[in-house]
T-cell receptor, first 113, second 115 residues
């Protein structure tokens, strides 16, 4: 069945450096992906999304890259700040008869001062 | 525009008791979802309402869980009787419609601890 997984459970990054969070998916027919950020005590917040007809999409300090050949997704955060510390999830909608998200386990990003 | 709200923010109950969680979606959002995150694991889908109808309840763990959305506005999720493994964070989300590109907006969650 479909699955969305993350390569690393925890990522520690020096403040000011760039962060790269990875995600692998198994359903080659997937056509939409979303990244969420969850801060402690809060719910997941939408960061950025990408459709399968794109390879790259940029937001404010964030870039999502999609490699359909190897079914890999990454979230790049430029100039990582302390406020970026959170758990990041990639998610993939299942749209056949429903509209639910399949989430990965999540990657905890720790920003070191 | 107010976001998704959930009540209570935390709940601590004993095994065998009943707990009811409430979710108020974003106004105008017909689609309402419940998810759960058990400690250290991924966020998992529980069910999906379209207005007052259950579109998909394939993720509900067992018949101790009952979700309702009378009138198609707010929703409740009741756990009766609660078991230890029900502990976790219960998230509610809503979206205006469904389909590619339609974002689900999440509430802050209810943290449930069953002792």
């Amino acid at each position: 069945g479909e699955s969305v997984g993350l390569h690393l459970p925890t990522l520690s990054v020096q403040e000011g450096d760039n962060s790269i969070i990875n995600c692998a998916y198994s359903n080659s027919a997937s056509d939409y992906f979303i990244w969420y950020k969850q801060e402690s005590g809060k719910g997941p917040q939408f960061i950025i999304d990408i459709r399968s007809n794109m390879d790259k999409r940029q937001g404010q300090r964030v870039t999502v890259l999609l490699n359909k050949t190897v079914k890999h997704l990454s979230l790049q955060i430029a100039a990582t700040q302390p406020g970026d510390s959170a758990v990041y999830f990639c998610a993939e909608p299942v749209t056949s008869g429903t509209y639910k998200y399949i989430f990965g386990t999540g990657t905890r990003l720790k920003v070191l001062a | 525009e107010a976001g998704v709200t959930q009540f209570p923010s935390h709940s601590v109950i004993e095994k065998g008791q009943t707990v009811t969680l409430r979710c108020d979606p974003i106004s105008g959002h017909d689609n309402l979802y419940w998810y759960r995150r058990v400690m250290g694991k991924e966020i998992k889908f529980l069910l999906h309402f379209v207005k007052e109808s259950k579109q998909d309840e394939s993720g509900m763990p067992n018949n101790r869980f009952l979700a309702e959305r009378t009138g198609g506005t707010y929703s409740t999720l009741k756990v009766q009787p609660a078991e230890l493994e029900d502990s976790g964070v219960y998230f509610c989300a809503s979206s205006r419609s469904t389909g590619v590109g339609e974002t689900q907006y999440f509430g802050p969650g209810t943290r449930l601890l069953v002792l």
